[in-house]
């Protein structure tokens, strides 16, 4: 009873001068993030781990949560929650979507106050109701916790959760307390930190406490955390709240039947005809700068050299141009290469049959290539391979931003056939197409610069055009970090041959 009779401060009031030796325990939902639901990232991990009809199940859930919550057990409330969304799930799935779908989501709701004194100590605990699975990797690399106190699933030796919690069960009011006793024995932390009545439990433990009030702040922008979302997986946009998600999938069925029509009414017309075609699709494009016209008989075509948002780059560059176009890629599906409304043709990876590959295409004509290899989601451009750079002097930048309100159209661990469509189920897609001035002679290889300055300059180029930040990452870097592969889009012939091997 005790630990109820204590009252806490907020948060404002807490000093973080001279904390740097000194202890810190905090809890998640509410405390440094803003919101005190853990919904959403339920949701995630059953969609991008899961499937539509797992999540379908648990948004269907929501009004028998809440009313478990307010009027019987916060901590039934919770495990029911972790039931759908998690049992039969494989622990590497969620895992995986724990390191490449949340983190985004996390980044975009930290409490400001919270992180202002949580980031002043020296040693950091988080404790938490939801699974240590599902948060610890954004609390250790964007947060700095030491440690991660929450909730353990139960796991099959074949790998998978069953649903249920290990004991002690949910961590939640004494719970909390308890792990942190188990944790740190009888040295109690300097400062905890709470925002709901069941924190005073394990906060009366900490020699000071504080609480966050309920108010609404503005999220601490993402480039004060201490690392920065460049690669984040899953195909939803926003954050799915029992609100967003019912919209999300209230207009799936429409945005399905819509991308349909989006992708097979603008594969056979002429590409100035498709321009049209997007404006009464509600496909909205910006075209900027002054585009080279089309070479002339035996000229040789012109190398558009552009950063790679989503699948549909260089099919958007060709209509903004008005004419046709070819493209490389570093890898594509049949199916994708089948439907495309232009020449793609697939690199290999060999660097002398991909060379000749790229010049035969420019003398056939004008060529897109995106040289970052892999898309990016965020205002970051990934290093660019100098290879394109030896191939021609004739080169024009191009800066593509794109805009997507409800759903990804790139994934690394979903079905890349896909990607196209996702593009185009959302209520209007946006796509802003800058064309630079062709690089002077001077600037090319044959001026006597290299071709790695050639690829370096272009990506400066580009990212200053559209506000994104240089990085030395590559394609290998973000499909590791992902699905845990290179990326690549194995043919047939690879197929049988690693079925041979094994």
């Given amino acids: 009873m005790g630990a109820n009779r204590r009252q806490f401060e907020p948060i404002s009031k807490c000093r973080v001068d001279g904390r740097g030796n000194q202890t810190v325990a905090a809890d998640l939902d509410g405390t440094l993030l803003r919101s005190g639901s853990a919904f959403p990232y339920y949701m995630l991990v059953a969609l991008e781990a899961g499937s539509v009809i797992r999540a379908l199940i648990l948004l269907a859930s929501v009004p028998l949560v809440y009313l478990v919550y307010l009027f019987l057990s916060e901590t039934v409330a919770i495990q029911t929650l972790i039931f759908i969304a998690f049992?039969?799930?494989?622990?590497?799935?969620?895992?995986?979507?724990?390191?490449?779908?949340?983190?985004?989501?996390?980044?975009?709701?930290?409490?400001?106050?919270?992180?202002?004194?949580?980031?002043s100590f020296g040693k950091r605990?988080?404790?938490?109701?939801?699974?240590?699975?599902?948060?610890?990797?954004?609390?250790?690399?964007?947060?700095?916790?030491?440690?991660?106190?929450?909730?353990?699933?139960?796991?099959?030796?074949?790998?998978?959760?069953?649903?249920?919690?290990?004991?002690?069960?949910?961590?939640?009011?004494?719970?909390?307390?308890?792990?942190i006793i188990y944790e740190l024995g009888p040295n109690s932390p300097d400062l905890?930190?709470?925002?709901?009545?069941?924190?005073?439990?394990?906060?009366?433990?900490?020699?000071?406490?504080f609480m966050v009030p309920k108010t609404k702040v503005e999220p601490l922008p993402r480039n004060k955390l201490l690392s920065p979302v460049i690669f984040h997986e899953g195909r939803l946009v926003q954050l799915p709240t029992p609100l967003v998600a019912l919209v999300t999938f209230l207009w799936m069925p429409i945005g399905i039947f819509l991308s349909f029509l989006r992708v097979y009414l603008n594969i056979l017309p002429p590409e100035k005809i498709v321009r049209y075609n997007y404006m009464i699709l509600g496909i909205k494009l910006i075209v900027k700068g002054n585009p080279p016209p089309p070479p002339r008989p035996g000229q040789g075509g012109v190398l558009f050299v552009c950063n790679h948002r989503t699948i549909l780059d260089p099919v958007v560059t060709a209509v903004a141009l008005g004419r046709k176009i070819s493209c490389v890629t570093y890898s594509i599906s049949k199916f994708s290469e089948l439907i495309s409304p232009i020449k793609a043709v697939a690199l290999s990876r060999e660097r002398e049959k991909d060379a000749a590959n790229i010049k035969r295409l420019l003398e056939e004509g004008d060529l897109v290539?995106?040289?970052?290899?892999?898309?990016?989601?965020?205002?970051?451009?990934?290093?660019?391979?100098?290879?394109?750079?030896?191939?021609?002097?004739?080169?024009?930048?191009?800066?593509?931003?794109?805009?997507?309100?409800?759903?990804?159209?790139?994934?690394?661990?979903?079905?890349?056939?896909?990607?196209?469509?996702?593009?185009?189920m959302n209520p209007r897609p946006t796509y802003e197409i800058t064309f630079l001035n062709q690089l002077p002679p001077e600037l090319t290889v044959a001026?006597?610069?290299?071709?790695?300055?050639?690829?370096?300059?272009?990506?400066?180029?580009?990212?200053?055009?559209?506000?994104?930040?240089?990085?030395?990452l590559t394609r290998r870097d973000k499909y590791a970090m992902m699905a845990g592969t290179d990326g690549l889009v194995k043919s047939n012939s690879d197929k049988e041959i690693n079925d041979q091997k094994r």
């Avoid at 924190?199 to 900490?206: I, K, Y």
């Avoid at 965020?378 to 409800?406: G, H, M, W």
């Fill in 87 to 119: 049992a039969g799930l494989k622990v590497r799935d969620i895992e995986l979507v724990s390191r490449s779908v949340l983190p985004k989501f996390y980044a975009e709701d930290v409490h400001p106050e919270s992180w202002r004194v949580f980031n």
């Fill in 447 to 472: 001026g006597g610069k290299s071709s790695i300055e050639v690829a370096n300059y272009i990506q400066r180029v580009l990212a200053g055009t559209l506000g994104f930040e240089c990085t030395n």
């Fill in 192 to 209: 905890g930190i709470g925002d709901r009545e069941s924190d005073h439990e394990f906060m009366s433990f900490c020699k000071e406490g």
């Fill in 125 to 179: 605990y988080i404790v938490t109701a939801s699974p240590r699975i599902m948060v610890e990797h954004f609390a250790k690399n964007f947060l700095g916790a030491d440690k991660v106190l929450g909730t353990e699933l139960q796991v099959t030796k074949s790998g998978r959760a069953t649903g249920f919690v290990k004991s002690p069960g949910v961590l939640v009011g004494e719970s909390k307390k308890s792990a």
């Fill in 369 to 424: 290539i995106c040289p970052e290899g892999t898309t990016c989601r965020e205002p970051f451009l990934l290093r660019f391979s100098a290879l394109f750079a030896e191939l021609s002097d004739r080169i024009v930048p191009v800066a593509i931003n794109t805009k997507q309100s409800v759903f990804y159209g790139t994934t690394t661990r979903g079905y890349k056939v896909l990607d196209p469509y996702f593009v185009f």
